[in-house]
């Protein structure tokens, strides 16, 4: 959440022309409701049954694809099957200014329902922050660099 996957992924997508696709707005469009209206209508377990969903059919028709995923993605039981895993790293306060940098800053916090408690998501990230750098390949530092000297240790790391 506001690390900039979005921006590498398509930063990357356009160096490397792949293709980019995003899970979350994968979800987004299968259901034809945006993520906040379905954590709200059916609660957040049913939002992981719809990323497994998601999970599945990456497995099983996507390949040669730089593929986003949301913060919480890597739960799924079959995630380390889908790809190389990049972890862009950042620290929490590198994110939330990133965020509130951000121009449309306050509709980005509000899309995101993990986000409405800020003493909550720096819990969260503290606990997943050392299972993101365990289940990845390659790790990437993002907080303070250009776009385009990110995508290029990408692209050198993924060679
Ligand atoms: N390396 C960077 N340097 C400066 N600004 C950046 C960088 N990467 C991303 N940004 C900016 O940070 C903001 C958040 O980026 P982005 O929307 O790509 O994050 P995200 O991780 O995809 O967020 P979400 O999962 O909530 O959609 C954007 O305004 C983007 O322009
Ligand atoms: O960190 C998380 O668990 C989430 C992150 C978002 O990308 C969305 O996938 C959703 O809001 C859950």
């Known amino acids: 959440m506001g690390v900039g996957k979005g921006t590498i992924a398509r930063a990357l997508a356009k160096e490397s022309k792949m293709f980019a696709i995003d899970t979350d707005d994968l979800i ?5 409701q945006k993520i906040k209206k379905i954590f709200a209508q059916y609660g957040e377990a049913h939002f992981r049954s719809l990323e497994q969903e998601c ?3 990456i497995e099983q028709n996507v390949q040669g694809t730089i593929i986003s995923i949301g913060g919480g993605f890597f739960k799924r039981p079959n995630f380390k099957n889908l790809g190389t895993i990049i972890y862009l790293q950042s620290t929490f ?3 939330l200014n990133r965020i509130n940098a951000a121009p449309n ?3 980005k916090l509000k899309k995101r329902p993990l986000l409405q408690n800020i003493e909550e998501a720096r819990k969260l ?8 750098a365990d289940v990845a390949n390659i790790v990437v530092n993002v907080e303070n660099r250009e776009i385009d000297d990110i995508v290029q240790e990408i692209i050198e790391k993924t060679r």
Do not use: C, H, T, V
């Open 28 to 32: 987004e469009s299968l259901q034809n």
């Open 55 to 57: 999970a599945n059919w």
């Open 93 to 95: 306060d590198g994110i």
């Open 105 to 107: 800053a306050k509709k």
């Open 125 to 132: 990230f503290d606990e997943r922050q050392p299972i993101y």
